[in-house]
């Protein structure tokens, strides 16, 4: 997995580095291994699948989580790389800014 950020040059670089770490985790965390929040994380249940149904599988799990856990970014493009030898796939994720979030007073503070 790899994720790729764009987008964020007119934000602020702490706010920036926040969401990078925010949605770092929540990519590298398998869903159900958090004690305090099970629903938090990637579900993995499209591992073994087609590479297809893989694919969108996984760019669902990212899209629901990312408006749960960081709804000041979203999921722009998802790819898959194939090691044809391993037959290992790797998704890369694209994020960007939501440009429909807004923020509340309960943000701000």
């Known amino acids: 997995m790899a994720v790729v950020f764009v987008g964020f040059d007119y934000m602020n670089e702490e706010i920036v580095a926040e969401i990078k ?3 770092t985790a929540l990519l590298e965390t398998p869903e159900g291994s958090c004690p ?3 629903a938090y994380g990637i579900s993995f249940d ?3 699948m ?3 149904v893989a694919k969108n599988l ?3 799990s990212v899209i629901d989580k990312l408006e749960v856990y960081e709804p000041r970014v979203e999921l722009k493009e998802i ?3 194939t090691d044809l030898e391993s037959g290992h796939l790797k998704n890369i994720y694209l994020i960007g800014p939501n440009k429909d979030y807004e923020e509340t007073e309960a943000d701000e503070e």
């Open 46 to 48: 499209f591992v073994d």
């Open 50 to 52: 087609p590479i297809n």
């Open 36 to 38: 305090g929040d099970r």
């Open 79 to 81: 790819t898959t790389e």
């Open 21 to 23: 770490r925010n949605v």
């Open 58 to 60: 996984a760019a669902l």
